[in-house]
């Protein structure tokens, strides 16, 4: 028999949401045309009419244009078209590219690719994951075409003031891209607003499909094509538009609901006021309104992040962990790391990322659960409770 | 189960087997620091007659393949003679668990030099080394091995955190580049004396801290 789990790893995806399949269900039955087929026959026309509409009512919730806005297979695709395709389009204006240490690898490993041709500058974050609006001003030169900042970060959970970022590099007329995966749908976002040229959009983090998800590129704004092929996405993205992923991504925003990001940020706050009273518990990301409503991350000192996930699994708990042992790459949280914190830190560090699909009795027993695991794993580590430590 | 560990690694992880410290052990063995995640001690009791394990523990802070090596290996070495547990190897270690994933491997490594140091450093203190190799700055940087500075996760040797080793009469002066009050010295000085002081020959260790401040 096994118990009803509890899913705490939403920032890495979410369940789909079931109007979002109802949704998508007949464009894989029944609307299966391709919309180029739009001159040649009714059911292309019907495909046509549905990308566009699923196209608009995305542009919309962000304030831009529907051809303002490219499909693509999801965040890292928008993240690699963004970032080599407007490096390359404007490769004769400059050579300088500025992002930040704690972005999404498919932000970072772009622009270490990109080192061959452009020069990078990786900005710095404060303890809280934030980075400093004054070393983006200063570090900005006549040769810089390109500034990367993502809205919020995938661990941490920090939300970075984009509409200042927006303003700074709208005035001295350099793109702006944000990473904004993790801010549609849970936090007000409008392109105008925030001065923002090219935004990456994903459809599984707010309950849409995998495998969908746009990229913004602000009308006059260039980008060379990444993926060669036919005529689709204006000329931008080739490749068979992925009709029931755009659909369900349009539905995914259009129900995903201001007061879903409230109930979540109650739960949020909630589930850290109890985890924090475990003892040795630490905090890794700012409090409050400047952190991702979903977001917790918590240091346990002492108990090693792999094991307290393996132990929480067992109890039906999903939450990942920072830790080295955890990567692949073996290596602690590169975003841990650039926030200033100690490598102990980032391996003792637990991720639980909610949903409205999370109840207030989920997070009582995660956070019960943790208690157990974490003393648990301190009794046998030869390193005892954490006032006895250091 | 679709975790990447087999049912053993698994069963040792949840429950491990000889948990836990001895009063008064004959040999201990801290491996590892918190600083790379994964840190281990092991306690041996051993019979002075038949040189023959009678009781083992361990503790972890590691991750899951840590503590099953960590268990099994305790299982392994219980009852053996210092000569039989001396060739227990991580590869029979991650046999016996039915296989770790490769990336893995380094976890169960830990375990394995823990039981190895207990024995080595048991040897020096009860004169029971075949070549009685006498210390000297050599064998002492050898010994500093994998000594983690907990600040960048690297080893003190190769971040050029030891200013000197100088070896005499018994006494064993390691030299820090870091100052007095930096925050992990006494972790630090701990876990080098922890390295140096079984040494068969070792009177006295002194770990100064001789970087500015």
Same mark, same amino acid.
């Given at each position: ?28 039955? %029944? ?47 928008? !993240? !690699? ?28 490993h772009p622009c270490r690719s990109l080192e061959k041709d452009f020069s990078i500058t ?46 700074? &590099? ?24 925030? !001065? ?62 201001? %007061? ?64 080295? &042992? ?17 490598? %102990? ?46 | ?213």
């Amino acid at each position: 028999m096994e118990q009803e789990r509890i899913y705490l790893d939403n920032a890495a995806s979410t369940r789909v949401a079931p109007e979002v399949m109802e949704a998508m269900l007949p464009y894989f039955t %029944e609307h299966y045309a391709v919309a180029s087929s739009q001159f040649s026959h009714t059911p292309g026309i019907q495909a046509k009419e549905a990308l566009d509409r699923a196209r608009g009512a995305i542009a919309a919730k962000i304030g831009a244009q529907p051809e303002e806005l490219i499909f693509t297979s999801g965040g890292t695709e928008a !993240n !690699n078209l963004a970032l080599k395709g407007a490096a390359y389009a404007n490769r004769k204006k400059g050579k300088h590219i500025i992002t930040t240490k704690v972005e999404h690898l498919s932000v970072l490993h772009p622009c270490r690719s990109l080192e061959k041709d452009f020069s990078i500058t990786y900005l710095d974050v404060d303890r809280e994951g934030f980075i400093d609006l004054t070393q983006l001003e200063d570090s900005i030169t006549d040769e810089t075409i390109l500034v990367s900042v993502q809205a919020v970060n995938q661990e941490v959970g920090t939300i970075q003031d984009i509409k200042e970022i927006g303003r700074i &590099c709208h005035e001295r007329g350099v793109l702006f891209h944000t990473d904004a995966a993790l801010a549609l749908g849970w936090l007000p976002l409008n392109v105008q607003e925030a !001065n923002i040229d090219l935004a990456s959009l994903s459809a599984h983090k707010l309950h849409g499909p995998k495998g969908a998800g746009g990229l913004y590129v602000r009308q006059g704004v260039k980008i060379k094509e990444m993926i060669e092929g036919g005529y689709n996405e204006f000329d931008r993205r080739a490749g068979t538009e992925n009709i029931p992923g755009a659909v369900g991504f349009a539905k995914a925003v259009e129900i995903f609901k201001s %007061e879903d990001s409230q109930y979540v940020q109650k739960l949020r706050d909630r589930l850290m006021e109890r985890l924090l009273q475990i003892e040795g518990a630490e905090l890794n990301g700012p409090k409050g309104e400047r952190r991702h409503p979903g977001n917790v991350n918590i240091s346990f000192r002492f108990a090693e992040g792999e094991a307290v996930t393996l132990h929480l699994d067992m109890k039906g708990i999903a939450v990942i962990t920072g830790s080295a &042992c955890f990567s692949r790459a073996l290596e602690p949280s590169h975003v841990l790391m650039a926030m200033g914190l100690t490598h %102990e830190r980032a391996h003792s560090s637990i991720r639980y990322t909610l949903s409205r699909y999370n109840t207030p009795e989920e997070l009582e027993r995660a956070a019960e659960a943790t208690g157990e695991v974490v003393e648990r794993l301190r009794q046998i580590s030869p390193m005892g409770e954490p006032e006895g430590g250091r | 189960m679709p975790l990447p560990y087999t049912e053993k690694v698994m069963d040792h992880f949840m429950h491990p087997r000889n948990l836990g410290q001895i009063e008064e052990p004959d040999a201990v063995a801290t491996m590892g620091n918190p600083a790379c995640g994964d840190m281990i001690k092991l306690y041996l009791k051993i019979d002075e007659g038949t040189k023959r394990i009678t009781e083992i523990k361990f503790e972890s802070y590691g991750c899951a393949s840590n503590i099953a090596t960590a268990s099994i290996t305790t299982e392994m070495a219980k009852g053996k003679t210092l000569e039989e547990a001396k060739k227990i190897g991580w590869k029979r270690a991650d046999e016996e668990l039915g296989g770790l994933p490769p990336v893995k491997i380094h976890c169960a490594v830990l375990a394995i030099d823990a039981l190895q140091m207990a024995i080595e450093n048991y040897e020096h203190q009860h004169g029971l080394l075949k070549v009685k190799v006498p210390t000297d700055e050599k064998v002492a940087i050898k010994r500093l091995k994998h000594v983690i500075d907990p600040k960048s996760g690297r080893e003190i040797l190769q971040a050029n955190l030891v200013k000197d080793v100088a070896v005499a009469d018994g006494r064993v002066r390691v030299e820090l580049n870091l100052p007095r009050d930096y925050q992990f010295a006494s972790a630090l000085e701990e876990e080098i004396r922890e390295r140096l002081e079984p040494l068969w020959d070792v009177r006295e260790v002194e770990v100064p801290f001789v970087g500015e401040d």
